[in-house]
């Protein structure tokens, strides 16, 4: 009774915490009585977040501004526009807009907008193993939180890499090589930007959480990054330094807040976030420092050769953090030397890994540290061997070094086991393979009186009419044939099809990973995967 009495106060105490509202268990899979925790903090930055980076959009009105101070943004997400907008402005056109349903909207049409915000995040890399449509509608709110930032960050970090700015090489250090900075994640090289400046004026920062609560080196990397004239199209701005001698921590970041929105920069955080040094804010705002002012010179005597990410290695990776592996994959290659995430995907489809035995984890020490990493590559070839992968060629050294197109080769098998996976568990053990998927496509458009496919590499694929009659086969009247070219068309009609298809395709619940480019280039790989996808979606109507 006494361990009881202790642990209600415990649990008091708890939920008095500043800033942390308590939520009781939400979901069924959560047990009776469990409390998640959410941030306020969080609730109302993302709340001001949206409120200001969709307030210019119509089709938002009925549902802005959203009031930070209560719980209208749970409410907010609960129709599916709000989300499918903000994963746009993320990853620019990965809805097509003509998919969202916007008006009258009813049981059936909401559950479409929540189906296509959902599988669309999935397919730019959010993790919503645990979030169904329901959830969403009833606006539970640590599951909204944790997508809507995973959703934010994506956008966030996306021009944090060298591919996208090649100005981001005058961070390398000392000694240190072009491919060792591609390694760093968008977090370390948020952390590298902000000392490269603060460096200037003797300061350094490890964190956004400790480092920055005395708002010090905030004062500081704002006057460095602020616009010093020389550029035309951005006048002069002199920040104001004299908030530096306020001896109030919390009207010391206020003042220093009122200089970033002079740079048009006050977002994420408010002075009590910076004094309590929230971590995932403070990153959010020096991200968003660093995307408008990144004030770094690109290297004029050096030439560098930066290799851009192609489509499929961008579909593979937003694969692999759907399927939340850890740690999050930012590069394709760097991130899977130590066959960790390889190994959780083999998991991840039913290959039994034996992780006490034979598997090494970090830190790899020392001089056998890559001996360690070499180890587990040799596990990972090992366990494709046992299930038969065409892995000809292919040696655990090729993983550890980055081999492209041999590590590419693996991750396809797995990606086209997991999709083949769910076919099998929904046809109740059925064996899928391309045939079959191709004869069950066949089948369903021949019903619906359509035109049949010969194979992935059809060139009627490149249409995408097959697709939207698949689609429409599935789901009757969902898709709007007047949106869709016909006759003979030029390649942005058929990228205009291709948008559209594979909207509606994830619109209807199908988890599309394969990317509109993909369709038109009738890419074979990628076409078995939307089919397959939409026969598993077809075989839960049967």
Not at 256 to 266: D, E, F, I, S, V
Request: contains cysteine; charged residues 25%; negative net charge.
């Amino acid at each position: 009774m006494k361990d009881d009495t202790l642990a209600q106060g415990f649990k008091k105490a708890l939920n008095k915490k500043e800033g942390i509202v308590a939520i009781s268990g939400t979901s069924e899979s959560s047990s009776e009585g469990t409390q998640h925790s959410i941030s306020e903090q969080e609730r109302i930055a993302f709340a001001n977040y949206i409120n200001s980076s969709l307030e210019k959009d119509l089709d938002c009105k009925h549902l802005l501004p959203i009031d930070p101070n209560t719980g209208a943004l749970f409410k907010a997400v609960s129709d599916g526009i709000l989300l499918c907008k903000i994963i746009n402005l993320s990853v620019p056109e990965t809805i097509d807009e003509r998919t969202i349903n916007k008006k009258k909207l009813t049981a059936f049409t909401t559950q479409e907008n929540l189906n296509l915000a959902l599988n669309s995040a999935s397919a730019i890399g959010c993790q919503v193993v645990n979030i169904g449509a329901q959830d969403l509608k009833d606006g539970k709110p640590h599951l909204v939180l944790g997508l809507l930032w995973q959703i934010i960050k994506i956008g966030l970090f996306s021009e944090i890499q060298l591919s996208r700015n090649e100005a981001i090489a005058a961070l390398l250090e000392e000694g240190e090589t072009l491919e060792e900075l591609m390694k760093l994640s968008p977090e370390e090289l948020l952390l590298r930007w902000a000392n490269f400046h603060l460096k200037k004026v003797g300061m350094s920062i490890s964190n956004f959480s400790g480092d920055i609560q005395d708002s010090k080196a905030y004062f500081h990397l704002l006057d460095q990054i602020a616009p010093d004239g020389s550029s035309e199209d951005a006048p002069r701005i002199d920040i104001d330094m004299t908030g530096l001698h306020e001896k109030n921590l919390t009207k010391r970041a206020e003042l220093m807040l009122k200089q970033a929105n002079r740079l048009g920069c006050k977002q994420f955080v408010t002075a009590t976030d910076v004094v309590g040094g929230h971590a995932k804010l403070n990153m959010a705002f020096v991200a968003t420092l660093f995307n408008k002012y990144p004030a770094l010179t690109k290297l004029e005597d050096q030439e560098y050769i930066v290799k851009v990410e192609t489509r499929e290695e961008k579909t593979f990776r937003n694969w692999m953090n759907s399927l939340g592996v850890n740690p999050h994959v930012h590069h394709m290659y760097s991130d899977l030397m130590d066959a960790l995430v390889i190994l959780q995907l083999y998991d991840k489809t039913n290959v039994p890994v034996d992780w006490d035995c034979r598997v090494n984890r970090p830190p790899y020490k020392g001089a056998g540290g890559n001996m360690k990493k070499i180890e587990n590559c040799n596990y990972a070839v090992e366990l494709g061997h046992n299930i038969g992968f065409s892995l000809v060629g292919i040696a655990g050294t090729d993983l550890n070094t980055g081999n492209e197109t041999l590590t590419l080769a693996l991750v396809w098998q797995l990606m086209r086991r997991y999709t083949l996976k769910v076919l099998e568990d929904l046809g109740h053990g059925e064996v899928a393979g391309e045939d079959l998927i191709v004869s069950w496509v066949n089948k369903t458009l021949t019903e619906a009186g359509k035109s049949s496919i010969k194979s992935f590499k059809d060139k009627s694929i490149g249409t995408s009419i097959p697709v939207l009659d698949v689609i429409e086969a599935i789901k009757p009247q969902s898709v709007n044939f007047d949106l869709v070219k016909t006759g003979s068309l030029s390649d942005d009609d058929k990228l205009d099809n291709a948008k559209y298809a594979i909207s509606m395709a994830r619109k209807i619940g199908a988890k599309v990973y394969a990317l509109p480019e993909d369709l038109v280039e009738v890419n074979p790989k990628m076409v078995m995967t939307i089919f397959a996808c939409l026969m598993g979606r077809g075989l839960k109507k049967a």
